[in-house]
């Protein structure tokens, strides 16, 4: 089931990260039972081809997605427990994925599947400001 937080370049730049950060969790405690029955519904009306086209809004694609809800860090195979949990492949660009930080509750890591173009920028914007 895919849900979607919506917020615009503007008010992201300009408000503080916590409130970006209640906008998605809002966001994530809306996925309940009812919802995912109303996305099964949705589904066996338009069929799952719709739904790859919806993803795009004004030709821009930003996802997240996480695993946080698995104790990642309590898992151990015989050789300890994980450092870091990293995801090896960005399928598409516009992709963040946030992952639990071995630092435990209030800390986390993501990874940002960002253009060429917009690493580009970033990087020349490092090398200003340095």
């Excluded at 895919?2 to 405690?29: C, F, Q």
């Excluded at 990642?72 to 300890?80: C, H, I, M």
Aim: glycine residues 8%; proline residues 5%.
């Amino acid at each position: 089931m895919w849900v979607v937080t919506v917020a615009t370049a503007g008010e992201l730049m300009k408000e503080d990260i916590s409130v970006t950060a209640n906008r998605i969790h809002a966001t994530l405690e809306s996925c309940d039972y009812r919802a995912l029955n109303g996305f099964l519904h949705w589904l066996e009306v338009h069929g799952t081809d719709d739904v790859f086209a919806r993803c795009m809004m004004n030709g821009v694609r930003l996802r997240s997605s996480s695993s946080a809800r698995f104790n990642v860090f309590g898992v151990d195979f015989g050789w300890g427990p994980p450092v870091a949990v990293r995801i090896p492949c960005m399928e598409l660009p516009g992709k963040v994925t946030f992952f639990p930080s071995p630092a435990g509750f209030g800390s986390m890591g993501l990874t940002m599947a960002l253009p060429a173009s917009v690493m580009r920028l970033l990087v020349s914007q490092l090398h200003m400001n340095s």
